[in-house]
């Protein structure tokens, strides 16, 4: 039998403040209608003053290890992979202290960072150190917080980006046992670092010393290539994994993409020949959460009903860097759903 690793809990935290599309025009020259129809966006959250990134990545973390509990039994976790662009500081990585209050001990915890991409990029790395032997159950985690840097003054990234985490946990198992991940199409193209970015803070543009030219210390992005690469990058990766794994004519049943923009998901699925209901969405209510993003999705699925075992899944990402990726699986049976999460104020 061939070592793999299983997908056996799922998890998900948002902020308890939600911005809706109504208040963000209260602030800046847009509308809900632009908003929705360009995005499909309707709501967004942001973390409460004094909380950080890896207070919502423990939130997540907690739940998607309750599931892994039930669905797995109780085994010690014992690797922690956390995707993010928002750490808690630029220095250390946020990882451990995510460990260190969950009470997993001294288990080896790091960051990784792909921006959008960083999910998949974290899950690829947690499954490849599982099938090695290095780990047994390994918690993956998707947590950030956008509007920590996101421009004041700018209503095209305010309107699409929110504060979230979701959660994965794996376990060693077997490759023909659901919820064992099947395959990873990963890239990243240098080139275009400029597309999505923040200039300065970094060793190029540095924190102290010179001052960094105006605007630089936050987030920033052009929308329309980005839209363009996102869309061909996506397709192209969704393709080279599904040829690879001979699942074709219609397959997969559910797509779990990365929630950028609804006219983004319904270009991958034209690109794809997928039904648009073939697509989980979940970005009308958070926005894009960046790492957040597909683990969230995933777990609203569940909650919602959306996901059901046996179902061929495939998960596509593209973030900054730029970045991109695919994986695949078949959905594990996760017992009861989640609790759905509480209705918007
Ligand atoms: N409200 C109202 N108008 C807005 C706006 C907002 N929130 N944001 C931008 N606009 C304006 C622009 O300023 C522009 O005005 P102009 O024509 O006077 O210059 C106009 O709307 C059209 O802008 P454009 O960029 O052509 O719109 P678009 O249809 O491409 O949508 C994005 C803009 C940002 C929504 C879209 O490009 C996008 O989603 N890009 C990908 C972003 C993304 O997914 N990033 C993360 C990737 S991981």
């Given amino acids: 039998m061939t070592r793999a690793a299983v997908l056996c809990g799922v998890g998900g935290a948002l902020p308890t403040i939600a911005v809706s599309n109504e208040e963000l025009a209260s602030r800046f020259d847009t509308s809900d ?18 909380r950080a990134t890896s207070d919502l990545a423990v939130e997540a973390a907690t739940e998607a290890l309750a599931v892994a509990g039930r669905t797995a039994g109780p085994a010690p976790v014992d690797l922690v992979v956390l995707a993010t662009s928002t750490p808690d500081r630029p220095c250390p990585a946020t990882a451990p202290v995510v460990a260190h209050r969950l009470g997993l001990g001294t288990v080896p915890a790091f960051d990784v960072a792909a921006v959008c991409t960083g999910f998949l990029y974290a899950l690829a790395t947690a499954v490849s150190m599982v099938t090695a032997g290095l780990a047994d159950r390994a918690l993956v985690i998707g947590a950030d917080t956008f509007s920590t840097i996101l421009d004041p003054a700018d209503r095209t990234t305010a309107a699409i980006f929110g504060d979230g985490a979701g959660a994965v946990v794996l376990r060693a198992g077997e490759a023909d046992e659901p919820g064992a ?5 990963l890239g990243a193209d240098g080139a275009g670092e400029d597309l999505i970015t923040v200039r300065a803070g970094g060793s190029r543009q540095r924190a102290s010393g010179e001052a960094a030219a105006e605007g630089d210390q936050w987030f920033a992005m052009q929308g329309g290539p980005v839209f363009t690469e996102a869309v061909l990058r996506m397709s192209e990766s969704s393709r080279t994994l599904l040829e690879r794994l001979g699942w074709t004519g219609g397959e997969p049943a559910k797509v779990v993409a990365h929630q950028a923009n609804i006219r983004i998901l319904r270009a991958v699925g034209e690109q794809l020949g997928l039904d648009e209901k073939q697509f989980v969405v979940n970005l009308d209510r958070v926005g894009n959460t960046v790492a957040g993003s597909i683990p969230l999705a995933l777990r609203d699925a569940v909650a919602d009903g959306d996901l059901a075992s046996g179902q061929r899944v495939l998960l596509t990402a593209f973030g900054g860097g730029l970045t991109w990726g695919s994986a695949a699986l078949v959905w594990p049976d996760l017992g009861r759903p989640a609790p759905t999460p509480p209705e918007l104020p």
């Fill in 33 to 50: 209608q632009w908003i929705r129809t360009r995005t499909g966006i309707g709501n967004r959250h942001v973390i409460e003053p004094g």
């Fill in 181 to 185: 991940l099947l395959g990873f199409d």
